[in-house]
């Protein structure tokens, strides 16, 4: 059995963004952006990529990595994330799965990296990526790091907020099919390590102002780097 193994699910549908996944993005498309970042952490026994279009095995023979084939079901737009991992976990057997999301392409191979090793390095059974955000936030516009009745803080004094970006997020798979097979229902339990990646993870690709958005932060990267 692979201890850790990396997954790519990468469904050839997109409701907001049509084929987001075929995108040109700098020398790649989107989905080969992810293949080569994930093979560049030297993170994973086994990678996989997911998907229903059969024709992507091609690039997964391309860079030498597993291709799995999803169903139908299992790839539209009401399949639920807990039910991608879930099938997933059904037909390949590993102690650990590292979802890699093509949806965050300026996510760094050193996001990949440090990621995976801090959830190995821990006792949790899994991990979600998140961006610290110091800014006041409310819910129902009730203050949830600040007060109405105390000075304005200043931001950097705030009690960050840990926003999910799902980057990277990954189970203990013994516990993620126990926790399914006793009725829970989510895809992460309490027993959860929140992982602090670059902010540029957390530029996600949903709509078309995004992806122009992101060919511009990633064409200019390296002189924003500098």
């Known amino acids: 059995m692979n201890k850790v193994v990396g997954l790519i699910p990468a469904r050839s549908g997109s409701e907001r963004l049509k084929r987001k996944n075929y995108l040109k993005f700098g020398d790649f498309s989107i989905v080969e952006n992810t293949i080569v970042k994930t093979i560049e952490s030297d993170s994973f026994d086994k990678i996989y990529l997911s998907s229903d279009d059969e024709t992507l095995s091609e690039l997964a023979y391309k860079y030498d990595?597993?291709?799995?084939?999803?169903?139908?079901?299992?790839?539209?737009?009401?399949?639920?994330?807990?039910?991608?991992?879930?099938?997933?976990?059904?037909?390949?057997?590993?102690?650990?799965?590292?979802?890699?999301?093509?949806?965050?392409?300026?996510?760094?191979?050193?996001?990949?990296?440090?990621?995976?090793?801090?959830?190995?390095?821990?006792?949790?059974?899994?991990?979600v990526a998140v961006n610290k955000i110091y800014t006041h936030c409310s819910y129902n516009t009730e203050p949830i790091n600040f007060?109405?009745?105390?000075?304005?803080?200043?931001?950097?004094?705030?009690?960050?907020?840990?926003?999910?970006?799902?980057?990277?997020?990954?189970?203990?798979?013994?516990?993620?099919?126990?926790?399914?097979?006793?009725g829970h229902k989510g895809l992460f339990s309490r027993d959860i390590l929140e992982v602090e990646v670059s902010s540029y993870a957390g530029f996600l690709l949903k709509t078309i102002d995004d992806y122009n958005l992101i060919n511009l932060v990633n064409s200019h990267i390296g002189e924003l780097n500098a």
């Open 65 to 127: 990595i597993n291709f799995h084939l999803r169903d139908i079901q299992d790839a539209n737009s009401s399949a639920t994330s807990e039910q991608v991992v879930a099938k997933f976990l059904e037909d390949i057997f590993c102690e650990y799965v590292v979802w890699v999301n093509t949806a965050s392409p300026l996510q760094t191979v050193n996001d990949i990296r440090n990621s995976v090793k801090e959830f190995l390095d821990s006792n949790k059974s899994c991990f």
């Open 147 to 182: 007060s109405f009745n105390e000075s304005f803080a200043k931001t950097q004094d705030l009690i960050p907020i840990n926003k999910y970006i799902y980057s990277t997020m990954g189970w203990r798979s013994k516990t993620f099919k126990d926790n399914m097979n006793k």
